[in-house]
């Protein structure tokens, strides 16, 4: 819900993930993109990614206007978060969880709200 109206009431946002390969292979990359408008995207901004070409169509299918040049490589040390007009951030942080023993766990994300 706080993602939704950020969203509508923003004039440009940016994302920072950390591996560009992942989070497209997650639900969050379906998420987000789809509750965001395409037109306020200022940019992408990920630390690893192994396969770039593969990432960046999974993003171009969910926004078709997100060209490659808005997709770029930094040094960014957030799992994931979104960035709204410089004001407010909504940060994912991963805990891992052990589910059955030591060598099966998950990542489950938890989010807050920055203001700036």
């Not at 706080?2 to 993930?17: D, G, H, M, P, S």
């Not at 990614?49 to 960014?76: G, H, W």
């Not at 040390?77 to 994912?92: H, N, Q």
Request: proline content about 2%.
């Amino acid at each position: 819900m706080l993602l939704r109206y950020f969203a509508e009431e923003c004039e440009n946002f940016q994302i920072y993930v950390y591996h560009l390969d992942d989070w497209t292979k997650s639900e969050w990359c379906g998420r987000v993109l789809s509750i965001l408008n395409s037109k306020k995207l200022s940019m992408i901004r990920y630390t690893e990614c192994y396969n770039f070409k593969k990432a960046l169509s999974v993003i171009q299918r969910t926004m078709p206007e997100c060209s490659k040049d808005k997709v770029i490589q930094t040094k960014e040390t957030s799992y994931l978060s979104v960035a709204f007009d410089e004001k407010y951030i909504i940060i994912g942080v991963p805990k891992d969880v052990v589910i059955i023993d030591n060598n099966t766990h998950i990542h489950k994300v938890e989010f807050y709200l920055q203001v700036m």
